[in-house]
């Protein structure tokens, strides 16, 4: 319960710097396949109980979406996982967007570098937050609470149906016997 209030007041304050996303996309290049879509779909939460006002609860919600992660493995190891990424890239021909972050391991992070132009996220986790077909190395417990802090997952896409998940699921697990989807609620407002 905790958790989920800390989660809260970080997308309020999030929120409070503006929203920004995106154009939805229609197809993915998943591999030598297309993955068709549909176009972006928000799901509103009820918003009852919360600590915000109504106006702010319905703004707020229009922050978060339903997406179908397809995770390739987890694990607490991010060299061994990152050396996976590389062979079902090559495998599979599925592209790596590591959206310029590298594993820092003094912080034992991974992070945007300490000189990156963003100044609100220079040394810091960034994730991924958009559909796309592409793998890279998330934290889990941004996509799901049940996962342990640190764990870090193998992401081959994220979709906006799950029939597109499962597509790209039945061409990763030919090659990533561990790969699952996961349903999340994904904050996609601005984060800056």
Same mark, same amino acid.
């Given at each position: 319960?905790? %958790?989920?209030?800390?989660?809260? #007041? /970080?997308? #309020?304050?999030? /929120? ?8 939805? $996309? ?5 591999? !030598?396949? $297309?993955?068709?879509?549909? +176009?972006? %779909?928000? &799901? ?8 915000? +006002? ?18 390739? *493995? $987890? ?8 050396? !996976? ?5 090559? &495998? ?13 391991? =003094? ?6 570098? *300490? ?6 996220? @220079? ?18 417990? /941004?996509?799901?609470? !049940?996962?342990? %802090?640190? $764990? #870090? ?11 597109? =998940? *499962?597509?790209?699921? =039945? #061409?990763? %697990? !030919? =090659? @990533?016997?561990? +790969? ?13």
């Amino acid at each position: 319960m905790l %958790k989920a209030i800390f989660r809260w #007041i /970080f997308f #309020i304050s999030v /929120f409070l710097f503006g929203a920004c996303s995106p154009d939805s $996309t229609e197809s993915y290049a998943y591999g !030598k396949e $297309t993955l068709k879509t549909d +176009s972006l %779909k928000i &799901q509103n939460s009820s918003g009852s109980g919360s600590f915000v +006002s109504e106006s702010d609860s319905e703004e707020i919600d229009r922050d978060f979406t339903t997406y179908y992660i397809v995770v390739a *493995d $987890t694990g607490m190891d991010y060299f061994l996982l990152h050396n !996976k990424m590389f062979e079902l890239s090559e &495998q599979l021909n599925i592209p790596i967007d590591t959206m310029d972050r590298y594993y820092n391991k =003094a912080k034992d992070l991974i992070a945007l570098s *300490d000189d990156d132009e963003d100044d609100i996220y @220079a040394g810091e986790y960034y994730p991924r937050r958009f559909p796309s077909a592409h793998l890279s190395l998330e934290y889990l417990d /941004f996509y799901t609470e !049940k996962a342990g %802090k640190k $764990t #870090i997952a193998l992401v081959s896409g994220l979709y906006e149906t799950d029939k597109s =998940a *499962d597509s790209a699921l =039945a #061409i990763l %697990k !030919k =090659a @990533a016997s561990n +790969s699952f989807t996961l349903k999340s609620l994904v904050y996609v407002g601005c984060m800056h």
